[in-house]
């Protein structure tokens, strides 16, 4: 790592969000963890990690701009950016409202605007970053009852791809990584016989843990992936193969 190796964390303080920050935290990085809604949660994580938390919308430009320039004020200059938070508001399309709609694209794929665009110009001077976006395996193949997602995730696969190949010549790496079905509160709440469904079409028989996609965000962070920028790495056990 650089002597600058702040990593900055969005939906950083519940499942995979969470996992991740402890993650870079045991890798040696000083680790800011960005929340927006559950204040409990964040309290608690704080205090079981030390790892310091920030309150901002990820949606917002001018929020995001400030809760940035907030973190570097205390901590420095931010050298990796994990672009991890995100929604679902679930519906079919014919039914889906605007706002959720809406919703979905603001906090899903414009965040991956608000929150690089707001670090990025120092990544470029410094010549170097580390930016890992968190993608999904529905952005790949899409979902039924997903259209906002799947088109939100699908986004940052090609906004991944594009930003890679302009700072390449910078120092600064960009790649994707696309989870599958995460034990996480989201899938603990489903029903048991729709859990039981999603299970079986997994091929390696489970769903994937926390730590293994937060093991990937660690590697793409590090200098050992120096030479893996634009890609889209799937990590779902098996369930869609994709072909790049």
């Excluded at 190796?5 to 000083?30: F, P």
């Excluded at 919308?57 to 940035?68: I, K, N, P, W």
């Excluded at 994990?82 to 409202?97: E, K, L, P, Q």
Aim: hydrophobic share 45%; glycine share 12%.
């Amino acid at each position: 790592m650089i002597m600058t190796d702040i990593a900055l964390v969005t939906g950083g303080t519940r499942g995979i969000g969470a996992a991740i920050a402890r993650s870079l935290k045991a890798e040696g990085y000083e680790v800011a963890a960005v929340y927006h809604g559950n204040d409990a949660a964040a309290a608690r994580f704080k205090q079981d990690t030390g790892i310091p938390v920030f309150k901002w919308d990820v949606a917002d430009e001018a929020g995001c701009r400030e809760g940035v320039a907030q973190v570097e004020a205390q901590l420095g200059p931010v050298s990796v950016l994990v672009n991890n938070a995100g929604i679902t508001r679930d519906g079919m399309f014919h039914r889906m409202s605007w706002d959720h709609w809406r919703a979905v694209l603001a906090t899903n794929l414009d965040s991956m605007f608000t929150m690089t665009r707001a670090l990025i110009e120092g990544m470029r001077e410094r010549r170097f970053g580390r930016i890992i976006n968190i993608s999904s395996i529905n952005g790949q193949k899409g979902q039924v009852g997903q259209v906002n997602y799947s088109a939100a995730k699908a986004g940052v696969i090609g906004f991944t791809k594009a930003l890679a190949q302009e700072n390449a010549s910078r120092g600064i790496t960009v790649n994707a990584i696309c989870p599958g079905y995460v034990d996480t509160e989201m899938v603990a709440a489903v029903p048991p016989d729709v859990r039981a469904a999603i299970i079986s079409g997994i091929p390696v028989g489970r769903l994937g843990e926390p730590q293994e996609i937060a093991d990937a965000v660690a590697f793409l962070a590090s200098h050992k992936a120096a030479f893996c920028t634009g890609s889209v790495l799937t990590v779902n056990g098996g369930q869609y193969i994709a072909n790049g």
